[in-house]
């Protein structure tokens, strides 16, 4: 029996009893066209109608829908491929851990075999690796990373963790910057840049196909201004000519635009103007103290997806 050769009473009968089954009783399409010896693609289509015709409402809880139309929101507010939002919390430990698991799956399910992913570091990104597992073996991804190494007595902003760990996760491979993030002088630094090696490396971080990136505050704590030994003065001043985010130790406005720092000229790794090249930006953050970091990079357009917490997402919703 087809939809074809029902009149209109047999018809709604039959959708009544498929929508109560589907619905209700968790009956999967093919038990339910087995049962009333129809095809699962009349099963499909009498669901749709089930659906079109108000006689199934799908309701969401209100804290999913409320994050559900916050992405959506963002992704047409800020031009975004897609958005990700984590429910928010005052605790940051436990908001880094939501994030990084975000970014997990994420990757998982979109990482196509051959991508190569540029790597920017933060310690979400570092615990996302310890997270990452994904189901199937990707052996000809790579893993770049667009910025030199980070001295630093917390290896969780260590690079070199991150792109090694999600390496071996999928049967990928890593390509190094053996070097500091964050040189003595920009003699040095234009030393490093004419080694075949770094070079090439630092122009496949450039194409890669996806990146990940996260965003920081210019406080104190952006670990490439602490190798450097900027102080608060230093701060003070980044501060007051407009800067309110890094993203791999560059600092950019309210804007986005890029403002110089004391360090740029010894920084060894991708500039602004070649992380806003990127083709596939993911960027992640949040929290408060993040919102005109986060905000900033994205009137510039590059980001084509945002994994933040919702508070922070509505904030930037409400922004200009």
Known sequence: MEIRAMDAHEFDDLMIRVAWLYHQRGWTQEQIA?????????VARVLQRAIRDELVK????????HR???EEGLCQRYSLEEAILVPSTVDSPARQTALAKAT???LERSLEDGTVVGLGTSRTLHEMTDIYSPSRKLPNCVFVEMLGGITDEDPRFDIYNVSWKLAEACGGSARHLFTPAVLGSPEAREVMLNDTAIAETLDLAAGSGMSLLAIGDTGKTCPVFRMAHLGEADIRDLQSRGAVGEIIGRA???????????????????TMEQIRALPFVVAVGGGKEREAAILGALRQ????????DCDTGQALIESA
């Not at 087995?34 to 009349?42: D, I, K, L, Y």
């Not at 357009?301 to 933040?308: G, M, P, S, W, Y």
């Open 34 to 42: 087995h049962h009333f010896r129809v095809s699962r693609a009349t």
């Open 58 to 65: 799908i309701c969401f809880a209100a804290e999913p829908e």
């Open 68 to 70: 559900m139309l916050l």
């Open 104 to 106: 997990a799956a994420y």
């Open 252 to 270: 950019y406005d309210m804007d986005g635009n890029a403002i110089a720092t004391p360090i740029d000229d010894c920084m060894l790794g991708l």
């Open 301 to 308: 357009k590059f980001i084509k997806v945002l994994i933040t």
